[in-house]
């Protein structure tokens, strides 16, 4: 399974984005799938997880409201789509994946690929 996660940019604050992960070697209706975000100088954090169902978990509350999980099947991508940007949204986002079910997707340790990361410059 390989990841190719972009979209990521320069943003003022107020503005959106909409980070893409495209996947191969594998249907993403297969895979959990992941967005994970590491700030510089600080841990890599959990954004959101789409399981293969389709089903979403929580958000992590700084985001919510603000950014969005979806998937196109057919083009085997996966997408954040994050509105209403704040500084504190700046940092590397990773998309990862994972086979296995019955996992903890909320953690970082729960996923075996992961894609090289795309950063969010959100300043004015």
């Known amino acids: 399974v390989q990841l190719q996660a972009s979209g990521g940019g320069l943003v003022q604050p107020g503005g959106s984005l909409r980070l893409s992960c495209v996947v191969s070697?594998?249907?993403?209706?297969?895979?959990?799938m992941g967005w994970f975000r590491q700030a510089p100088g600080k841990e890599r954090e959990f954004v959101v997880a789409m399981r293969w169902s389709g089903s979403i978990t929580a958000y992590t509350d700084s985001v919510k409201g603000r950014f969005t999980v979806s998937r196109e099947n057919a083009k085997n991508t996966i997408y954040l789509q994050m509105n209403s940007l704040k500084p504190e949204d700046t940092a590397t986002y990773y998309c990862?994946?994972?086979?296995?079910?019955?996992?903890?997707?909320?953690?970082?340790?729960?996923?075996?690929?992961w894609g090289q990361g795309t950063l969010v410059t959100v300043s004015s």
């Open positions: 070697g594998r249907p993403i209706n297969n895979l959990n």
């Open positions: 990862a994946a994972d086979s296995r079910r019955s996992v903890a997707v909320y953690s970082a340790q729960s996923y075996g690929h």
